[in-house]
T-cell receptor, first 110, second 113 residues
Framework: EDQVTQSPEALRLQEGESSSLNCSYT??????LFWYRQDPGKGPEFLFT???AGEEKEKERLKATLTKKESFLHITAPKPEDSATYLC???????????FGTGTQLKVEL | DADVTQTPRNRITKTGKRIMLECSQT?????MYWYRQDPGLGLRLIYY???????NKGEISDGYSVSRQAQAKFSLSLESAIPNQTALYFC????????????FGQGTRLTVV
């Protein structure tokens, strides 16, 4: 059965304190791994797509990496505005459905 | 204007009532999805549609039905609402090209009392 697991469930960082979020997956034939950011009461906002092991994508303070079993979202020198829930998702069902992890709730404090 | 628009944004309804949530998109995508989000459970797929004539059940379709009125419109109905359907509901769209990302609406917060 296809599964997506994110850890930790919640993470509290001080401003400038770098860290990583983890997304481990078990799917038959990865067709894409996605990272989204979600602010409270709003819809998920697309960040990155990764397709194959070894691939990396960067955007401002965020960097996403992919291996054959997991993906990491690295946050370098975070700011309070990076506080949000970060969601990981993979294509399942032959590429027809997106299956999400339960997310990591990140809070960055001054 | 948002590319994916959901109406209403908030709704309180009584147990047993029928309610419809609507989604429209201007992205020209043929794939549309309905998800519900609950604390600790993440986003779970209710129904998805590849075009007007192709509708499929997701992992939690019981108690829900959908209608794809046009390529740009996808509605979710709760025939007889119950309290455990209280959740945040999201519509999403995606291009048919394999591996492309999904775009989400702003969500509908539904409370069943």
């Amino acid at each position: 059965e296809d599964q997506v697991t994110q850890s930790p469930e919640a993470l509290r960082l001080q401003e400038g304190e770098s860290s990583s979020l983890n997304c481990s997956y078990t799917v038959s034939g990865l067709r894409g791994l996605f990272w989204y950011r979600q602010d409270p009461g709003k819809g998920p906002e697309f960040l990155f797509t990764l397709y194959s092991a070894g691939e990396e994508k960067e955007k401002e303070r965020l960097k996403a990496t992919l291996t054959k079993k997991e993906s990491f979202l690295h946050i370098t020198a975070p700011k309070p505005e990076d506080s949000a829930t970060y969601l990981c998702a993979v294509f399942t069902g032959g590429g027809n459905k997106l299956t999400f992890g339960t997310g990591t709730q990140l809070k960055v404090e001054l | 204007d948002a590319d994916v628009t959901q109406t209403p944004r908030n709704r309180i309804t009584k147990t047993g009532k029928r309610i419809m949530l609507e989604c429209s998109q201007t992205k020209g995508h043929d794939r549309m999805y309905w998800y519900r989000q609950d604390p600790g459970l993440g986003l779970r797929l209710i129904y998805y549609s590849f075009d007007v004539k192709d509708i499929n059940k997701g992992e939690i379709s019981d108690g829900y039905s959908v209608s794809r009125q046009a390529q740009a419109k996808f509605s979710l109905s709760l025939e007889s609402a119950i309290p455990n359907q209280t959740a945040l509901y999201f519509c999403a769209t995606r291009d048919r090209a394999l591996g492309t990302e999904a775009f989400f609406g702003q969500g509908t917060r539904l409370t069943v009392v």
